[in-house]
């Protein structure tokens, strides 16, 4: 069936007739496989408000408020955006209310489900990023160790060095007898 036109612009408007629903209960396989895509989007946006540059200085203004705040309610609320793990939940409820994605079943149960499992493995998600990212850095700042290190080093002469790089070649510095 073709896209329906939006009267106003003339081109196809993004409501299709038939939207994609979630998963019902029977089809678990295909949701294990929502769960997990689902988790990466909410893993991304929670991982980012929380950890990148880009949102450095309302991180920073939250993260003086949850110190200083006087209200208990206040300080946590302003917490939560500094918290990965306690961010995740609020992206996930924003996540199931836009998909309709339930869990294993499908009335309020099935939320509630999915609601925990989406946050549990978002978190895993993160955590096996941010691990990337601390090796990743551990192995830069290593390679940088060793290239000031060979940088103070004493010169090696030049023979030294093309002598150690080059592997003699077989039978090199064999002499032939001539009687084959």
């Known amino acids: 069936m073709a896209p329906i036109r939006d009267q106003r612009l003339g081109a196809p408007f993004l409501h299709h007739p038939r939207p994609m ?20 989007p909410i893993a991304c946006v929670a991982w980012t408000v929380t950890h990148e540059e880009i949102f450095r200085e309302p991180r920073e203004y939250c993260a003086e408020r949850s110190r200083c705040a006087r209200s208990l309610a206040a300080r946590k609320f302003f917490y939560l955006f500094t918290c990965e793990y306690c961010f995740s939940h609020y992206v996930t409820i924003f996540f199931l ?20 499992a989406l946050v549990a493995v978002a978190n895993v998600y993160m955590s096996s990023f941010g691990r990337l990212r601390q090796e990743v850095k551990s192995e830069k700042l290593e390679a940088k160790k060793k290239e000031k290190e060979l940088e103070d080093s004493p010169v090696v002469a030049a023979t030294s060095l093309t002598a150690a790089a080059v592997p003699p070649r077989p039978g090199a510095g064999l002499t032939r007898t001539g009687t084959d």
Not at 23 to 35: E, Y
Request: positive net charge.
């Open 97 to 116: 209310i836009v998909t309709r994605y339930r869990l294993l079943l499908d009335d309020w149960r099935g939320y509630l489900i999915a609601f925990f």
């Open 21 to 40: 629903a979630p998963p019902t209960s029977t089809q678990w396989l295909l949701q294990i496989v929502w769960l997990l895509l689902l988790a990466i």
